[in-house]
């Protein structure tokens, strides 16, 4: 069972309104991401991190900030809620050392939706 | 980049048949394929994995196949049950040989349903 927790679970919000979105983890893993995960399914990379003070752009373009100061928490913020923002935000963790066997741990996502 | 195609998008199977879902990658550098599966209001989860040194690997009803030659692979999962119903996603990383650094891509995902 993996020991990575996201809240809220869900979140329906007004636009233009600042969220913020948690991820923690209790595995102590180096590398965490973020991806949004669209209606038709596919997960999009939006943000990652190797470390503390470590965090890079993924491969879908997002308006959305996240930080890094401790190895435990990585989360995501959107400073101005719109619509198009809706989606479903799932965080993950991965071991960064010797022993990497490649696994994602995924949380059970964040389900956001902006009117 | 690296670009991972999944077929089919859907799939519906009867209990106790096999299904299989195959993906494609363009990037001959990859070496790590691993598969998720992702239960209705969950996060995906790890099944199983398989990396360019092997051909094929199995674990009790489940197995993947690997062809480098023509960047494909594929998730066979034999006498399906209820339980198997889920979305499932292929992806691909070109990782350090015996390890990974988990920038993977992903697959666009399947639908598996499977009929009692």
């Known amino acids: 069972e993996a020991d990575i927790y996201q809240t809220p679970r869900y979140l329906v919000i007004g636009t233009g309104k600042k969220i913020t979105l948690e991820c923690s983890q209790t595995m102590g893993h180096d590398k965490m991401y973020w991806y949004q995960q669209d209606p038709g399914m596919e997960l999009h990379l939006i943000h990652y991190s190797y470390g503390v003070n470590s965090t890079e752009k993924g491969d879908l373009s997002s308006e959305s900030t996240v930080s890094r100061i401790r190895t435990e928490h990585f989360p995501l913020t959107l400073e101005s809620a719109r619509p198009s923002h809706t989606s479903q935000y799932l965080c993950?963790?991965?071991?960064?050392?010797?022993?990497?066997?490649?696994?994602?741990?995924f949380g059970e996502g964040s389900r956001l939706t902006v009117l | 980049g690296e670009n991972v195609e999944q077929h089919p998008s859907t799939l519906s199977v009867q209990e106790g048949d096999s299904a299989v879902i195959k993906c494609t990658y363009s990037d001959s550098a990859s070496n790590y394929f691993p598969w998720y599966k992702q239960e209705l209001g969950k996060g995906p989860q790890l099944i199983i994995d398989?990396?360019?040194?092997?051909g094929e690997k199995k674990d009790q009803r489940i197995a993947v196949t690997l062809n480098k030659t023509a960047k494909h692979f594929s998730l066979h999962i034999t006498e399906t049950q209820p339980e198997d119903s889920a979305v499932y996603f292929c992806a691909a990383s070109k990782g350090v040989y015996g390890g990974a650094t988990n920038k993977l891509i992903f697959g666009t995902g399947t639908l598996l349903a499977v009929q009692p």
């Open positions: 993950a963790s991965s071991d960064g050392s010797g022993r990497n066997t490649g696994e994602l741990f």
């Open positions: 398989i990396r360019s040194n092997v």
